[in-house]
């Protein structure tokens, strides 16, 4: 049984004798394997995309599959008519098994109401899961290359049933396989059980969009909600807050929405301004709304509470607005955020909410959360108590870019609510809601890490690391 314990790590996993792994081939052997796989894939399905696929054994059965047949993993982006169940490799052939990265899991679960009471029963529980994640989660998830994401949950599922007692989520991309020259995942983590789920982390940008809205029109004046992107690509985000940044007036966004991969590899990503259309390049009317000045990804220790900081301050040169307000702010979504045309969202509070040490944890779990965003819109969610972890994933990932995949996101608060955020929301600044509907802003929508949750950065560390303040409406 494998145990992360109080003062030792012990797994169980297969030894190297002699330039060979336990009952299996040469690892080179299995990376050629896995170049014929990749080759073949991509001629033949070329409008889908392969996020990340590695070989391993079955440890359970699974449909066709039986325990300890040798398995390709395949997690895929825009997965369609994939009918293969096998690959051939010579003279054998082995079982395939394709994971959609954006479909989100049909677990059971419980409503949110009552893993919110359940988190407050449960406080000191929660606090202790929350110590030792930040003391394992980095090493998890470079131990395990299928491990996802790790998150603190009120309940576990065994055999398709809920157990409501506090544990930790281990979210993998093919439960029952285990890669290569990899240990099985540990059973608990110090005394607190561990659960299996599968689930991926992605982020929030839109690389195709939807509907037209209002935020997705030529706004003029600028508004936060609205739909942002770099000049001539494709890829949409949105309009986060007003700041201030060395006595320059601009907005902050995520910086993924302007940078690759392949560029986010360094700490300090290219200094060369970019453009910024308002909307995003793919809709009619597109112009010029700024330049970004400076962008952050941090993805080493870059802080000292060792948080992912992805973020851009975009210096205004269009559209300047005197008065702000959000876009989208239909009669039907405010109601369903619990506002009305007579009880507007008031932000007017330029002082950030500090949510990453506040000894009133639990106060804040029954406040509502408030995001405005380009695709969805006026949302409202709830904050989980635990933090996020979780590796980032592209399917624009380059073969030079490989070590990306062990970067992490670390650190980063959870909301959930239905239909919270979609692709194209990265960059959206979330609000605590107060009881007279005044907003005070706790941080930025970075990605997408389950059904109902979304991962978002505390605001604190990224104006810290953009040498920004915010700018509340008047």
Known sequence: MATIGEHKTHFSGPRVMGGHYLGLEKLDDKDNILCKFEKWFCDKYKESHLVHFYYGKADIPIENIKHGDEVIVAVIDKMKDLKERTFRNGDKDIAVIWKDWKEDTDEVSLGMEEQQNLQIKQIDKFKKIEKYLEENSKDLLKKHSNLEMIMASTYRIKKGKISKEPCIVLYCSCK???????AKFPTTIHEIKTDVREGFFHLECNFNGDVCAVSKDLLNPLRMGASIGKEGEQIEGTLGGFVKSNDEFGFITCAHNFYGPDEMETPELPKTPITVVQPSHEREGSQECGKTVRSVSSFSNVNEENITVDATFVRLTERCPEQLFFADLFTARLKNCGFSRATFPRYISGTPLDLREDEDRESHLLKKYLKCGTTTGLTMGYLHLDLFRGRLRDCR???????????????????EGENFSMGGDSGSFVFQVREDHILDCIGMLVGRCGKYRRAVTPIIPVLNALNASLIPFP
């Open 397 to 415: 990932f380059s073969k030079s870019t490989k070590n990306l995949q062990h970067k992490y996101y670390q650190k980063q608060l959870i909301i």
């Open 176 to 182: 029952g396989v285990v890669p290569i020259n990899e």
